[in-house]
């Protein structure tokens, strides 16, 4: 039996992803190339925009020939999408059964551990070992998933958010915050490390909040890690280096929860990159208030100048949405001029699209026309263009060191440097999961090109 993952969404969907692969490989499916040439067809589904969900619904469509073709075709989803876990079979189904006939079963991730039931509910006579564990979020956390390659890996850390932001749909489809067994999450790095990975990067939706959600005080698990675990953690899996472990990464954090420990052991600890991802969401007081961000632009500013006056050379990008529910055009003019004035070398925008289940979706009005929202979206994007081309500037004529993980057509590979930088450069030799030095002859908006001096 084969089966395919089509993955969506962040970092943390991507090692679900490998945590499935995992358990069906265990159940004794192999991995097929193709969706449409599979038994089993799984979506891991995003519902952070309106576009992937549409995405998933689109091939929940298209799977229905394939059906057609071939009996023993199932197709399941999971992801934020799916609130119950649940089959076609089921007496309560979660909503998406009824509105996809097609659509087998449906799980939750913490119910990652049952779903050889979920799957045998589907299809009684089906030939599929038995899985020991129930379902729950720790005992999904302990799954060892199968890695996308050797050399680089996300590590979750923690899952769920009690952070609530208005338009964010993560808090009701992942549930609340849940932080990761401490010494569990150090012994899947240093396991990791002993089978040759490089690169760690750690994820979690506040991932900054490792270790201090509500949850994690009830369960007083982290005491002993004093009052900043995930500080305490970084500074673990730092003397991995002395194994062989080169750089660490995390996202994506709360500005509102960094701290100066934080700050600090960035600045200090060797293998943790100088680069960090600080969603901002929007320039706008008024809007990060209809938003719920609990933090003003002032407290932003003051961490930013914090950072770089703590790490000269870090690099810092953000998350902006545009057209929010009520956002003015003065308010998408606050925006821009912090943009200005801040400078972020990176930013991911998209345009607000309402969530069904949010607040924003439920009371506020999406009263932004489509068109303004285009416009304000093409609008930041120039000012993402002239920054990101500024700072790429000073590396120009530099020696970066890259390590390298894609290779397109011609010999020419990408890769990312200590700021998380895309550098691209060619060879003929095999350079995939290997560190290199490139000198860089040409910066353009959004990567480097360079020579490569040591292959």
């Known amino acids: ?90 007496e309560l189904k979660d909503n998406l059964l009824k509105v996809h006939e097609n659509l087998d079963f449906v799980f939750r991730i913490e119910d990652l551990c049952k779903l050889d039931q979920v799957l045998r509910e589907c299809k009684a006579k089906l030939k599929i070992k038995p899985l020991e564990d129930e379902g729950t979020v720790e005992n999904y956390f302990k799954i060892q998933p199968k890695y996308s390659n050797n050399f680089s890996a996300f590590v979750p850390i923690q899952t769920g958010c009690d952070k609530f932001c208005t338009y964010c749909i993560v808090p009701f489809a992942r549930g609340r915050e849940y932080s990761r067994d401490f010494v569990e999450v150090l012994a899947e790095c240093g396991n990791l490390v002993e089978k040759g990975v490089k690169e760690i990067t750690l994820v979690g939706q506040t991932v900054n909040t490792y270790g201090i959600s509500r949850a994690d005080k009830m369960s007083k698990k982290f005491e002993k890690y004093g009052k900043y675990p995930f500080v305490k953690l970084l500074e673990e899996i730092d003397k991995l280096q002395l194994k062989g472990l080169k750089w660490l990464r995390f996202t994506s954090p709360y500005p509102k929860d ?140 530099s020696i970066q060191e890259v390590l390298v993980d894609e290779k397109k057509q011609d010999g020419l590979y990408y890769g990312r440097n200590f700021h998380n930088k895309l550098v691209c450069f060619k060879s003929r030799s095999n350079l995939i999961g290997k560190f290199v030095c490139v000198r860089i002859t040409q910066v353009k908006e959004w990567l480097m090109e360079g020579k490569l001096l040591n292959k």
């Open 1 to 90: 039996m084969q089966y395919f993952i089509q993955t969506f969404g962040c970092q943390m969907n991507i090692t679900d992803s490998e945590r499935i692969s995992a358990v069906l490989e265990n159940l004794g499916f192999v991995p097929a190339k193709r969706w449409q040439e599979t038994d089993l067809f799984i979506m891991n589904s995003c519902s952070v925009r309106q576009k992937p969900e549409d995405r998933v619904h689109g091939l929940i469509g298209d799977s229905l020939k394939i059906k057609k073709k071939n009996k023993k075709f199932m197709v399941g989803l999971t992801g934020c999408m799916v609130r119950k876990s649940s089959t076609q079979n089921s």
């Open 258 to 397: 960094f701290s100066d420990e934080l700050m600090e052991a960035m600045a200090r600890l060797k293998t943790l990159c100088h680069h960090v991802h600080m969603p901002i969401q929007s320039g706008s007081d008024a809007v990060l208030q209809m938003m719920n961000r609990q933090y003003s632009v002032k407290d932003y500013l003051k961490l930013v100048n914090k950072f770089r006056k703590k790490i000269p050379d870090i690099a810092i990008s953000t998350d902006i949405i545009v057209g929010f529910a009520g956002e003015t055009e003065a308010m998408f003019k606050e925006t821009c001029a912090l943009y200005d004035k801040i400078q972020w070398e990176m930013c991911y925008h998209a345009k607000y699209s309402s969530r069904k289940g949010t607040y924003a979706g439920k009371i506020l009005k999406d009263n932004i026309f489509a068109k303004a929202k285009s416009r304000r979206w093409h609008k930041l994007n120039e000012y993402i263009k002239k920054y990101s081309f500024k700072a790429l500037k000073g590396y120009a004529n």
